[in-house]
């Protein structure tokens, strides 16, 4: 047996087969190369790369949908950006190859990003994955990506850029480990929408040699080395075992001793609804609609609006579905809107509700879609605001949806400026929905993608505990329901703990379903409101997941 390694656990399941590392070998473009004089013909050749990387990644997001669609649509924008193709034209007049001149003008973006801070410093791999991609295709060499082998094996990086894991095979890649990505990085969100075992911020993982048995449980965070027949069969053993017990648990969610908690999907768009329908979903709970306005030159119309949302709505009849506006910013910008102006810190810029606020027609034209394509159906149509912050923003909200025609209109609670004030906002909005992932960022200042801030992004954090449960009990002062949309809600010990801090519905990646729905069955709510209590008392993260899980006896037998 080798060493064990630990990191954080994202995403459920055991994987074991040998190492593979994630090769990023594009060559560097030489500096002292010159294009043969032909100005005109290099500036095509490079325009023609970064649409066909463009297409590429835009392609790769529809076939993987879920949340990967979002990020890869994003990725896309970046190889289409039009200040970067002007950058790239100039160097190009002044005698570099097409190569080199989109290498250069990327490296003056990633000096931007990194500079950045918080959400779009997050998107340096991201950017460096585009600039290799698009290198790649102007030297003629092969794209990077996973590599290829026809037996099984688990992928080890540094970080995984989202082209690398929205398609990734579970039939080749039983499970992946990265030294970068904390809890709710973009890695460990699509993980868990793949179904994939995976473990991040695992700072052992540069050592990892290529055809290394590794043993890669998602659960606990640990990865063993050449591990021996018996601790692979137990650990396999123990995987099926929870997954057969979470699958005995059909039906609506509940506690062991009947406390309703609906769990809902996250999705992004209608190819999503499939998963959700499978693992008993019994509604939506958060609808990321800017996919269908990302990536493209003109804003949807109206029809082709009302087409989609009556397509989510029918799909749950009598059900809630919980549709977020339009979230998009400097983080991901709308070609038919112009673009903000320089932020410093885009995380703390013009995002969600503060750009609609600035674009309210666009707003004016999503709320009315909704409006027209809930009326056709018996679904209970919801509408929420991204990025909320005072009254002032839910009431102008709700204002719009009501003038809209749609009935319930609510808030995303992710500033802890809105959970800090919630009996006040409770009063301008018909339910909450706390976004956890950036809830959590906000509230420790870290970095979501940063490996090494792992601790930080962790929402068992006491501090976001205590801000959902403020959160909560305002909610429940007014009258108000407040479910969490977040990746917190996928942790099936933390979505007991959030029941007890008293949310009232849980929504999150339809894999995640089962085992959250079992775990509620398995534990009394009285269990559930011990469990938020010692967790809230507790000094750090990693104590408050211990605390709790002392007061869930019953999920001893999911390996919990």
């Known amino acids: 047996m080798g060493d064990t390694l630990s990191g954080v656990g994202v995403s459920s399941g055991v994987g074991y087969a040998p190492a593979l590392r994630l090769s990023r070998a594009t060559p560097e473009p030489s500096a002292d190369a010159r294009h043969d004089g032909d100005a005109d013909a290099e500036i095509r050749r490079a325009a023609d790369a970064m649409e066909e990387t463009a297409r ?40 570099a190859t097409a190569a080199r001149a989109v290498s250069e003008a990327m490296a003056v973006y990633r000096d931007m990003l990194a500079g950045a801070g918080d ?12 600039r290799d991609r698009i290198v790649a295709r ?43 990505g904390g809890p709710t990085s973009h890695t460990a969100i699509l993980a868990r929408s793949l179904g994939l075992p995976a473990v991040v911020a695992c700072a052992g993982a540069d050592g990892i040699v290529d055809g290394t048995p590794l043993l890669v449980d998602g659960v606990t965070g640990q990865v063993m080395a050449e591990p021996g027949e018996e601790q692979v069969a137990d650990a396999r053993a123990t995987a099926a075992a929870r997954e057969a017990a979470a699958a005995r648990i059909t039906g609506p969610g509940r506690t062991s001793d009947g406390h309703p908690v609906p769990l809902l999907a996250n999705i992004g768009g209608p190819q999503d609804l499939p998963a959700a329908l499978e693992n008993g979903a019994e509604g939506v709970g958060l609808y990321r609609t800017e996919f269908l306005f990302l990536d493209r030159a003109d804003a949807p119309g109206h029809d082709e609006q009302v087409a989609v949302y009556r397509t989510v709505l029918e799909a ?38 503060r750009m609609l606020r600035r674009h309210p027609l666009t707003l004016e034209a999503q709320l009315a879609a909704l409006a027209e394509a809930q009326r056709s159906t018996d679904a209970q149509a919801y509408v929420m605001a991204p990025m909320v912050t005072d009254v002032e923003d839910a009431e102008w909200f709700t204002a719009a949806a009501a003038k809209a025609g749609i009935e319930h209109a609510g808030i995303m609670v992710e500033v802890p400026a809105a959970a800090l004030r919630a009996r006040h906002l409770a009063g301008a909005a018909d339910f909450f929905s706390i976004g956890t992932n950036d809830l959590t960022q906000y509230t420790c200042a870290a970095d979501r993608e940063v490996g090494g801030l792992s601790r930080f992004q962790d929402p068992w ?17 007014a009258g108000r329901p407040c ?19 008293g949310v009232t519905s849980l929504s999150m990646g339809a894999t995640a379903l089962p085992m959250v729905r079992a775990a509620l069955a398995r534990t009394s ?23 709790a899980r002392g007061h869930l006896p019953g999920l001893a037998d999911l390996g919990l």
């Open 461 to 477: 954090q006491p501090g976001v505990l205590e801000l959902v449960a403020a959160t909560a009990a305002a909610a429940g002062q």
């Open 138 to 180: 102007l030297l003629g060499v092969p794209v990077p990506g996973i590599p290829d082998s026809e037996t099984p094996f688990v992928l080890v990086a540094a970080d995984l850029a989202p082209a690398d894991t929205a398609l990734l095979d579970p039939e080749r890649v039983v499970a992946f480990v990265t030294r970068e």
């Open 483 to 501: 479910g969490v949309c977040g990746e917190a809600a996928a942790d099936p010990v933390l979505a007991c703990v959030l029941v007890g801090l």
């Open 525 to 547: 709510l009285a269990e559930c409101r011990e469990a938020a209590r010692t967790a809230v008392d507790a000094r750090t993260a990693e104590e408050a997941a211990s605390r």
């Open 56 to 95: 590429d990644l835009t392609a790769r997001g529809e076939r993987a949908g879920g949340a990967a669609r979002e990020v890869l649509a994003a990725q896309a924008l970046m190889a289409r950006d039009p200040a970067l193709a002007d950058d790239v034209k100039r160097r190009i007049g002044e005698g």
């Open 119 to 130: 959400y779009l410093a997050a998107r340096v791999a991201d950017l460096d994955d585009v």
């Open 316 to 353: 749950f009849p009598g059900g809630k579905v919980i549709v977020r506006t339009l979230d998009a910013g400097a983080d991901k910008p709308l070609a038919f809107l112009p673009a903000p102006a320089a932020e410093p810190n885009p995380a703390l810029g013009e995002r969600g509700l």
